[in-house]
């Protein structure tokens, strides 16, 4: 047998022989795997439904946190905090930091912080429901203003903040990104009947607010929330609450509810 051919035929059981006692090795272009990562839970804002708020990142940040105000005109400082997705909630402080501030455990190594807070709205260890109020927005701890501190962390590192699974930007400054929060929009809502005809409902609770749709005479109606907005004057009332409809998915003032109340009873704020 030529030279060339005995000392391939050798090299070709060798390779088989080492292949049979280490395993298979992966080609060059096979990519290693590693551990898995939890699927994120699908996070939603930190504020009510239908409320506009602005954001942005400083970049002294530890982590990937993003900072939300109000830019609604409605007032950052009081504003219910929501739960981003399901979780335990527990309870912190720290005077030179964050403040009153929350952490929500999610399961899968998935974890959501709330800084800054004025107030909690649950205890300690507690088990929250996505779009559950957990506390309300406040400037404790190290802090210039009234803000949400929010961050998404998994196993303990700070992640890109995700909400309803699109990345968001990382401006560094506010009014360059803005968010509408639909955390909290599925619920049932209050059941209520509008009077008059032709009433508009609109985007936000504002009259220069674009049309949606239009109540064309009393029809029954799910609110899901509440807030200031504009003042109406109608049928000699003035009233600056408006509702946000379920099924229209706008706002109408509330002087078109038919309550005698300016502001609902038994309805949560936006």
Not at 213 to 227: D, F, I
Request: with cysteine; net charge positive; hydrophobic share 35%.
């Amino acid at each position: 047998m030529p030279f060339r051919r005995l000392w391939a035929t050798t090299a070709a059981v060798l390779g088989a022989l080492a292949g049979l006692l280490l395993g298979t090795v992966p080609s060059a272009g096979a990519a290693a795997s590693g551990p898995a990562v939890a699927a994120a839970p699908v996070f939603k804002a930190p504020y009510p439904c239908g409320q506009r708020w602005t954001y942005s990142h400083h970049s002294a940040e530890v982590r990937r946190a993003l900072d939300f105000v109000r830019a609604d005109g409605g007032a950052t400082d009081g504003t219910p905090v929501l739960a981003s997705a399901a979780g335990t909630a527990h309870r912190h402080y720290q005077a030179n930091g964050a403040g009153n501030y929350l952490s929500i455990e999610h399961g899968g190594g998935w974890r959501t912080y709330y800084f800054h807070l004025s107030a909690f709205a649950v205890p300690d260890g507690a088990q929250v429901a996505q779009g559950q109020q957990i506390g309300n927005t406040g400037s404790t701890g190290n802090s210039s203003g009234p803000h949400i501190h929010y961050e998404q962390l998994y196993n303990g590192v700070g992640q890109d903040i995700r909400i309803n699974g699109s990345a968001l930007a990382y401006p560094g400054s506010y009014h360059q990104s803005f968010l509408t929060s639909d955390n909290g929009c599925a619920g049932s809502g209050t059941p209520f009947m509008t009077w008059g005809s032709g009433i508009r409902v609109r985007a936000d609770a504002r009259l220069s607010a674009p049309v949606v749709t239009t109540l064309a005479g009393p029809t029954s109606v799910r609110v899901l929330c509440q807030k200031q907005g504009d003042t109406v004057n109608a049928e000699g009332y003035t009233n600056n609450w408006w509702s946000k409809l379920r099924d229209q998915n706008g706002f109408i003032s509330n002087i078109y509810v038919d309550h005698p109340a300016a502001q609902l009873p038994g309805v949560p704020l936006c």
